[in-house]
């Protein structure tokens, strides 16, 4: 079974403090991890993963076999990094075969203060 | 392409009524999701398809929910008969091959009185 934990509902920072929204999963195989965010009023869109190991709007996010971690972290928030964030892991398919199920964390709120 | 388009946006009904939810994937993509938010149990994966065939629908609550994927470019969720419980974002998704970015539509907010 494949199961994502974000384990805080909502983090509240001022502009220009540093963000990490805690992700951490469970899966027997290779899993590859996604960061999806939700702006308001806005659809669900890929804001990174980790195959690609790119930094999108600043944000950033290791994957950490040994802690099965795969945190998103920015160093100064914006308000317009207000939104929620949602965890997703999904098996690395061409290890693992016909599973192509994405499974989501709870997702967390990201609130930026002026 | 104009994205994944769900209809309808909103949907109030009452309890015991049927509710058909639909979807229109991206062209080309062979992978359609439905998924249900909320604040309770965050993005919970309904059924999914591929090729129109579905694969995994043990994410379905009960015998209520019914989703069908008769051609390439349309999916419907059904759910007969509808409860308060039910009430929630219904979410399709849509993604070609595998592995991939998974490309949401705008999301059915579903409210049963």
């Known amino acids: 079974a494949q199961r994502v934990t974000q384990p805080e509902k909502l983090l509240s920072v001022f502009k220009g403090a540093p963000v990490e929204l805690k992700c951490n999963y469970s899966y027997s195989g290779s899993p590859e991890l996604f960061w999806y965010v939700q702006y308001s009023r806005q659809r669900l869109q890929l804001l990174l993963r980790?195959?690609s190991r790119e930094s999108i709007k600043g944000f950033t996010a290791d994957l950490n076999k040994g802690e099965t971690s795969f945190h998103l972290k920015k160093p100064f928030a914006q308000e317009e990094d207000s939104a929620m964030y949602y965890c997703?892991?999904?098996?690395?398919?061409?290890?693992?075969?016909?599973?192509?199920?994405?499974?989501f964390g709870k997702g967390i709120t990201l609130s930026v203060r002026p | 392409d104009a994205g994944v388009i769900q209809s309808p946006r909103h949907e109030v009904t009452e309890m015991g009524q049927e509710v058909t939810l639909r979807c229109k994937p991206i062209s080309g993509h062979d992978y359609l999701f439905w998924y249900r938010q909320t604040m309770m149990r965050g993005l919970e994966l309904l059924i999914y398809?591929?090729?129109?065939?579905?694969?995994?629908d043990s994410g379905m609550p009960e015998d209520r929910f019914s989703a069908k994927m008769p051609n390439a470019s349309f999916s419907t969720l059904k759910i007969q008969p509808s409860e308060p419980r039910d009430s929630a974002v219904y979410f399709c998704?849509?993604?070609?091959?595998?592995?991939?970015?998974?490309?949401f539509g705008e999301g059915s907010r579903l409210t049963v009185l």
């Open positions: 980790h195959i």
């Open positions: 398809f591929n090729n129109n065939v579905p694969i995994d």
């Open positions: 997703a892991l999904t098996p690395l398919l061409f290890i693992s075969g016909a599973n192509s199920k994405l499974t």
């Open positions: 998704a849509s993604r070609y091959r595998q592995s991939g970015e998974l490309f």
